[in-house]
């Protein structure tokens, strides 16, 4: 038994020591120094998300496979200058996030949109004790279990399923003017590039919806005006639904934006889902099994022919919006969703990836997302079932800890009505 556990902590730290480096930005082929290309001579690039992830067979044991070779392979990239985007654009800030670098941009009409880095940056999440262990790794090796390119495809799944969507696009930005004082940490990597969740709102396209607000900004319109604001649930478990379908288990309050839509002197708010970088999240290798068990991370959960643990899906931001929503609308929605994605529909929305991204990930991926389409009433019977056991929240959703909110409306949302 002590030499299968001393085997097992020298596998382990064998596997996490395998590179000291905890970021990288994208590789690109064909061209050595990337310093003295004259990217204004290209339309596009041939270019690699990531090689920090590449692993070898004790490794790809310990830590899993998951899509190590999609983030390694190159793909043709379009290249993107900000003053050659449709409207003109000048970057306004750095966004927020804790691994994802992000420029928030906002064209000449005022319509807001963000370059949000591929490659991710999980050295603020890293704890010192694994720095002092050199096994650092255990973290910044979690960003390979997210596909570079899952987005692309959730948009196009999202149009056909009618639920809205930030229309991301994979680009390359080089070094130049317009992004001025940025260009060091920015230039010359890859983004992508999608519209914000607030701000004008005429992108959309849609009638009587002329601006988008966070969830803490609803919840403030809410409290100052609760008879005149309401929500579109039918929108909202439908979204909710596909996020099962999709496996992406990330979906706290700060990745939703809301359309607002003027009824009269009324508001409906309809969700804008955003970031999907944990759709398809594929979690693989006998250390990540071990730490996302559902004792100790429940809701961490890879993307399988079928749902795991679906208690572990409910977020507070579920309890909050979504509790007192009957199992009927759960259910309609949920047929919806089966009669919108065919199986002909979720096969062309891959269409989006390179053969080569396609080749490595799209036929397994299709399989499942069909499966779990298929099993879809079961599992949002399942999913309005665990809202009523959930409790009424006491505390404030991420991102709404400074709206000013008594305790009975810290509980849901429509709570502010009461």
């Keep these: 038994m002590v030499v299968v556990v001393l085997v097992f902590l020298g596998l382990t730290y064998w596997s996490l020591s395998s590179t000291?480096?905890?970021?990288?930005?994208?590789?690109?082929?064909?061209?050595?120094?990337?310093?003295?290309?004259d990217f204004e001579r290209y339309d596009s690039v041939l270019v690699a998300a990531s090689t920090l992830y590449e692993g070898n067979s004790i490794k790809n044991?310990?830590?899993?496979?998951?899509?190590?070779?999609?983030?390694?392979?190159?793909?043709?990239?379009?290249?993107?200058?900000?003053?050659?985007?449709?409207?003109?654009?000048?970057?306004?800030?750095?966004?927020g996030g804790q691994q994802t670098h992000s420029l928030k941009l906002q064209k000449d009409n005022g319509t807001l949109m963000t370059l949000r880095s591929v490659s991710k940056d999980p050295s603020p999440l890293v704890p010192k004790v694994a720095k002092t262990l050199g096994i650092e790794n255990i973290v910044v090796d979690g960003i390979s279990a997210q596909h570079?390119?899952?987005a692309l495809v959730v948009a196009q799944l999202s149009e056909k399923a009618k639920i809205l969507n930030t229309k991301p696009k994979v680009v390359f930005v080089p070094k130049h003017e317009r992004l001025s004082s940025y260009n060091d940490k920015y230039g010359n990597r890859l983004f992508l590039l999608e519209y914000e969740t607030k701000g004008n709102a005429k992108w959309l396209g849609l009638k009587n919806v002329d601006s988008l607000v966070d969830t803490d900004d609803l919840q403030e319109l809410k409290i100052n005006n609760s008879s005149k604001v309401g929500i579109n649930i039918n929108s909202l478990v439908r979204a909710r639904l596909f996020d099962l379908l999709i496996g992406d288990w990330d979906r706290?309050?700060?990745?939703?934006?809301?359309?607002?839509?003027n009824i009269g002197?009324?508001?409906?708010?309809?969700?804008?889902?955003?970031?999907r970088d944990n759709a398809f999240f594929n979690l693989e290798g006998v250390l990540p099994t071990?730490?996302?068990?559902?004792?100790?991370?429940?809701?961490?959960?890879?993307?399988?022919?079928?749902?795991?643990?679906?208690?572990?899906?409910?977020?507070?931001f579920d309890v909050y919006f979504m509790r007192d929503i009957p199992q009927s609308t759960f259910e309609q929605e949920a047929k919806e969703l089966q009669l919108l994605l065919t199986d002909e529909v979720i096969e062309a929305s891959f269409s989006v990836w390179s053969d080569e991204i396609?080749?490595?990930?799209?036929?397994?991926?299709?399989t499942k997302i069909k499966n779990r389409r298929d099993d879809l009433i079961s599992y949002a019977i399942l999913f309005q079932q665990e809202l009523l056991k959930s409790k009424e929240l006491t505390e404030a959703l991420k991102g709404s800890e400074d709206v000013k909110m008594t305790k009975a409306q810290m509980a849901c949302f429509n709570c502010a009505s009461n």
Excluded at 252 to 261: L, T
């Design 20 to 37: 000291d480096k905890t970021f990288d930005t994208c590789e690109i082929v064909g061209l050595s120094d990337v310093e003295k290309i």
């Design 61 to 95: 044991v310990m830590q899993g496979e998951q899509y190590r070779k999609a983030w390694s392979t190159p793909v043709k990239v379009p290249i993107l200058y900000l003053n050659n985007l449709d409207g003109n654009a000048k970057v306004l800030e750095e966004g």
């Design 148 to 150: 570079p390119y899952a």
């Design 252 to 261: 706290h309050a700060k990745q939703w934006g809301w359309a607002i839509e």
């Design 265 to 275: 002197d009324s508001i409906n708010a309809i969700p804008l889902p955003c970031d």
């Design 290 to 316: 071990i730490i996302s068990n559902n004792a100790l991370l429940p809701e961490v959960q890879s993307f399988e022919n079928e749902i795991d643990f679906l208690p572990g899906l409910i977020s507070p």
């Design 358 to 366: 396609y080749e490595l990930d799209g036929k397994e991926l299709i």
